[in-house]
């Protein structure tokens, strides 16, 4: 697969994981791969706690799971990654919320958000583009710190 002359080198693949993206260059015009890979390490872990703007939650600098608890969340199923993540937020707080929305879907996941008031944790590789545009906003909380967010 070769760019046509004068256009700039695109990436011809690109992997989102959660800790880090990689890039890999298109061919050379001499045929050979450009063997250099870009790595770029996630500064939130790959994981984002999320609400639409305007979301009462967002005018705090940071907010606590038992703030988080008196809110209604939109939740995978029982046994996913996200959902073990979400259930761990909760662990040693008094009130724990009602998960009444339940969708491993991450459209419909999405699509709630910006409808609702809810809040979910959604990947990097699928909220990114949103959050760079404002269209999502994402909520501080200390509880995504340290292993949480490395495991899995």
């Avoid at 040693?92 to 998960?99: A, E």
């Avoid at 809810?118 to 999502?136: C, F, H, M, N």
Wanted: hydrophobic share 40%; net charge neutral; with cysteine.
């Amino acid at each position: 697969m070769r760019g046509k002359p004068g256009e700039p080198p695109r990436p011809m693949l690109v992997f989102c994981r959660q800790l880090y993206q990689y890039e890999f260059g298109r061919p050379h015009d001499s045929g050979t791969w450009n063997r250099a890979v870009r790595a770029d390490r996630s500064d939130a872990g790959g994981i984002f706690l999320l609400a639409r703007p305007g979301y009462p939650l967002t005018e705090r600098a940071e907010v606590t799971p038992a703030d988080l608890a008196l809110y209604q969340w939109v939740v995978p199923a029982v046994g996913t990654l996200r959902r073990i993540r979400i259930d761990a937020i909760f662990e040693g707080v008094q009130t724990r919320p009602h998960f009444h929305l339940e969708t491993s879907s991450l459209t419909m996941s999405r699509s709630l958000l910006l409808s609702s008031d809810t809040i979910t944790l959604l990947p990097r590789s699928e909220v990114q583009y949103d959050l760079d545009l404002g269209v999502l906003a994402e909520l501080r909380c200390p509880c995504l710190g340290g292993d949480m967010l490395v495991k899995g």
